[in-house]
Protein backbone atom coordinates (compact mmCIF):
# COMPACT_ATOMS: atom_id res chain seq x y z
CA UNK A 1 0.00 0.00 0.00
CA UNK A 2 1.15 3.40 -1.24
CA UNK A 3 2.30 5.36 1.57
CA UNK A 4 -0.48 8.92 1.84
CA UNK A 5 0.83 12.17 0.65
CA UNK A 6 0.24 14.64 3.01
CA UNK A 7 -1.68 17.99 1.75
CA UNK A 8 -0.17 20.45 4.81
CA UNK A 9 1.11 23.37 3.08
CA UNK A 10 4.68 23.67 3.96
CA UNK A 11 5.98 26.88 6.00
CA UNK A 12 8.85 28.97 4.10
CA UNK A 13 12.14 27.62 5.54
CA UNK A 14 14.48 30.10 7.62
CA UNK A 15 16.37 30.53 4.78
CA UNK A 16 14.11 31.91 2.43
CA UNK A 17 13.46 34.38 5.13
CA UNK A 18 16.88 35.45 5.47
CA UNK A 19 17.20 36.04 1.63
CA UNK A 20 14.03 38.90 1.99
CA UNK A 21 15.42 40.57 4.63
CA UNK A 22 19.00 40.86 3.58
CA UNK A 23 17.66 41.98 0.00
CA UNK A 24 15.06 44.49 2.04
CA UNK A 25 17.53 45.83 3.68
CA UNK A 26 20.01 46.32 0.57
CA UNK A 27 17.22 48.31 -0.26
CA UNK A 28 16.63 50.27 1.79
CA UNK A 29 20.63 51.25 2.32
CA UNK A 30 20.56 52.13 -1.47
CA UNK A 31 17.90 54.44 -1.08
CA UNK A 32 19.88 55.93 2.13
CA UNK A 33 22.71 56.16 -0.28
CA UNK A 34 21.00 57.75 -3.02
CA UNK A 35 19.20 60.61 -0.74
CA UNK A 36 22.89 60.99 0.71
CA UNK A 37 24.06 61.64 -2.81
CA UNK A 38 21.53 64.22 -3.36
CA UNK A 39 22.03 66.26 -0.94
CA UNK A 40 25.87 66.79 -1.41
CA UNK A 41 25.37 67.25 -4.45
CA UNK A 42 22.08 70.18 -3.76
CA UNK A 43 19.98 68.49 -6.11
CA UNK A 44 17.49 66.98 -3.60
CA UNK A 45 16.94 70.68 -2.29
CA UNK A 46 14.09 72.53 -2.58
CA UNK A 47 14.16 74.72 -5.31
CA UNK A 48 11.16 76.67 -5.67
CA UNK A 49 12.49 79.39 -3.03
CA UNK A 50 15.57 79.76 -5.69
CA UNK A 51 13.26 80.28 -8.63
CA UNK A 52 10.98 82.89 -7.09
CA UNK A 53 13.94 85.05 -5.79
CA UNK A 54 15.38 84.64 -9.58
CA UNK A 55 12.32 85.60 -11.26
CA UNK A 56 11.92 88.54 -8.85
CA UNK A 57 15.25 89.82 -9.80
CA UNK A 58 14.57 89.22 -13.07
CA UNK A 59 11.61 91.45 -12.96
CA UNK A 60 12.88 94.33 -11.36
CA UNK A 61 16.25 94.27 -13.63
CA UNK A 62 13.44 94.62 -16.67
CA UNK A 63 11.77 97.46 -14.53
CA UNK A 64 15.02 99.29 -14.18
CA UNK A 65 15.97 98.78 -18.09
CA UNK A 66 12.67 99.70 -19.08
CA UNK A 67 12.59 103.56 -16.64
CA UNK A 68 14.42 106.01 -17.99
CA UNK A 69 16.55 107.39 -15.55
CA UNK A 70 16.31 111.20 -16.54
CA UNK A 71 20.34 111.10 -18.28
CA UNK A 72 19.03 111.53 -21.39
CA UNK A 73 17.29 114.92 -20.98
CA UNK A 74 19.55 116.22 -18.51
CA UNK A 75 22.46 116.22 -21.21
CA UNK A 76 19.86 117.89 -23.85
CA UNK A 77 19.11 120.37 -21.42
CA UNK A 78 22.72 121.74 -21.21
CA UNK A 79 23.90 121.15 -25.04
CA UNK A 80 20.72 123.12 -25.38
CA UNK A 81 21.98 126.04 -23.49
CA UNK A 82 25.46 125.44 -25.04
CA UNK A 83 24.35 125.86 -28.50
CA UNK A 84 22.20 128.84 -27.57
CA UNK A 85 24.98 130.90 -26.36
CA UNK A 86 27.00 129.47 -29.58
CA UNK A 87 24.16 131.02 -32.07
CA UNK A 88 24.81 134.24 -30.30
CA UNK A 89 28.10 134.98 -30.43
CA UNK A 90 29.41 132.87 -33.07
CA UNK A 91 31.46 129.80 -33.79
CA UNK A 92 34.65 128.95 -35.37
CA UNK A 93 33.24 127.60 -38.22
CA UNK A 94 30.94 130.58 -39.06
CA UNK A 95 34.65 132.68 -39.21
CA UNK A 96 35.87 130.17 -41.33
CA UNK A 97 32.83 130.70 -43.61
CA UNK A 98 32.79 134.16 -43.94
CA UNK A 99 36.47 134.29 -44.99
CA UNK A 100 35.64 131.76 -47.62
CA UNK A 101 33.26 134.14 -49.07
CA UNK A 102 35.64 137.23 -48.42
CA UNK A 103 38.16 135.74 -50.57
CA UNK A 104 36.18 134.21 -53.14
CA UNK A 105 34.81 137.95 -53.25
CA UNK A 106 38.38 139.11 -53.90
CA UNK A 107 39.04 136.83 -56.75
CA UNK A 108 35.97 137.67 -58.39
CA UNK A 109 36.83 141.86 -57.92
CA UNK A 110 40.26 141.00 -58.51
CA UNK A 111 40.22 142.41 -62.22
CA UNK A 112 37.77 145.09 -61.37
CA UNK A 113 34.35 145.92 -60.50
CA UNK A 114 31.88 148.51 -58.67
CA UNK A 115 31.71 149.42 -55.56
CA UNK A 116 28.89 147.98 -55.41
CA UNK A 117 29.92 144.61 -56.86
CA UNK A 118 32.62 144.83 -53.98
CA UNK A 119 30.71 145.48 -51.17
CA UNK A 120 28.59 142.64 -52.17
CA UNK A 121 31.00 140.58 -52.63
CA UNK A 122 33.42 140.95 -50.28
CA UNK A 123 31.07 142.37 -47.38
CA UNK A 124 27.76 141.18 -47.83
CA UNK A 125 28.55 137.74 -48.43
CA UNK A 126 30.73 136.92 -45.97
CA UNK A 127 28.25 138.51 -43.56
CA UNK A 128 25.32 136.85 -44.59
CA UNK A 129 27.50 133.64 -44.18
CA UNK A 130 27.71 134.28 -40.92
CA UNK A 131 24.39 134.70 -40.13
CA UNK A 132 23.25 131.57 -42.06
CA UNK A 133 25.76 129.37 -39.66
CA UNK A 134 24.97 131.30 -36.75
CA UNK A 135 21.19 130.77 -37.18
CA UNK A 136 21.31 127.07 -37.59
CA UNK A 137 23.30 126.68 -34.01
CA UNK A 138 20.35 128.62 -33.02
CA UNK A 139 17.45 126.61 -34.43
CA UNK A 140 19.37 123.38 -33.28
CA UNK A 141 19.50 124.42 -29.67
CA UNK A 142 15.50 125.58 -29.90
CA UNK A 143 14.95 122.07 -31.27
CA UNK A 144 17.13 120.23 -28.62
CA UNK A 145 16.06 122.12 -25.63
CA UNK A 146 12.43 121.33 -26.66
CA UNK A 147 13.19 118.11 -26.98
CA UNK A 148 14.42 117.98 -23.48
CA UNK A 149 11.53 119.27 -22.23
CA UNK A 150 8.71 116.95 -24.13
CA UNK A 151 10.77 113.68 -23.56
CA UNK A 152 9.27 112.82 -20.16
CA UNK A 153 5.97 112.71 -21.45
CA UNK A 154 6.69 109.81 -24.38
CA UNK A 155 8.04 106.69 -23.59
CA UNK A 156 7.51 104.39 -20.07
CA UNK A 157 7.01 106.60 -17.47
CA UNK A 158 10.52 107.71 -15.47
CA UNK A 159 10.94 106.53 -11.81
CA UNK A 160 11.35 110.21 -10.08
CA UNK A 161 10.21 113.48 -11.61
CA UNK A 162 12.38 115.30 -14.20
CA UNK A 163 14.38 117.71 -11.87
CA UNK A 164 13.92 121.62 -12.18
CA UNK A 165 17.19 122.13 -13.21
CA UNK A 166 16.98 120.30 -16.21
CA UNK A 167 13.48 122.27 -16.98
CA UNK A 168 15.55 125.34 -16.10
CA UNK A 169 18.33 125.04 -18.38
CA UNK A 170 16.45 123.53 -21.27
CA UNK A 171 14.05 126.60 -21.29
CA UNK A 172 17.39 128.84 -21.15
CA UNK A 173 18.51 126.73 -24.39
CA UNK A 174 15.10 127.57 -25.78
CA UNK A 175 14.93 130.97 -25.28
CA UNK A 176 19.12 131.50 -26.58
CA UNK A 177 17.76 129.55 -29.45
CA UNK A 178 14.51 131.79 -30.33
CA UNK A 179 16.48 134.92 -29.88
CA UNK A 180 19.46 133.48 -31.89
CA UNK A 181 16.99 133.04 -34.60
CA UNK A 182 15.64 135.85 -34.90
CA UNK A 183 19.01 138.24 -34.57
CA UNK A 184 20.46 135.82 -37.19
CA UNK A 185 17.13 136.42 -39.83
CA UNK A 186 17.30 140.02 -39.33
CA UNK A 187 21.18 139.89 -40.05
CA UNK A 188 20.36 137.82 -42.94
CA UNK A 189 18.05 140.03 -44.68
CA UNK A 190 19.98 143.31 -43.90
CA UNK A 191 16.52 143.94 -41.18
CA UNK A 192 18.71 145.40 -38.16
CA UNK A 193 21.55 146.64 -39.97
CA UNK A 194 21.50 147.27 -44.10
CA UNK A 195 25.02 146.46 -46.08
CA UNK A 196 26.47 150.40 -46.70
CA UNK A 197 25.18 151.61 -50.31
CA UNK A 198 27.62 152.64 -52.87
CA UNK A 199 27.00 156.52 -52.66
CA UNK A 200 27.89 156.61 -49.25
CA UNK A 201 31.26 154.69 -49.65
CA UNK A 202 31.80 157.41 -52.85
CA UNK A 203 31.28 160.10 -50.86
Known amino acids: ?38 VSDGSGLDTDADLDHDLEDDLEDDDSDRAPSGLGAAAAAVVAAGLGVVGLTGAWTGRVVAERETLL ?20 DAWHSTA ?38 ATAGIALGVLGVLISVGMYFDLIVALPAASAAAG
Open 132 to 169: LVNGLFALLALLVGVFALVRPAFGAPAKDPQPGWVRAV
Open 105 to 124: GQMKTASGGSVAQQISEIYG
Open 1 to 38: MNPTTSKTPIAPTAEGDHEEKVADHLDEGAIEAEGERA
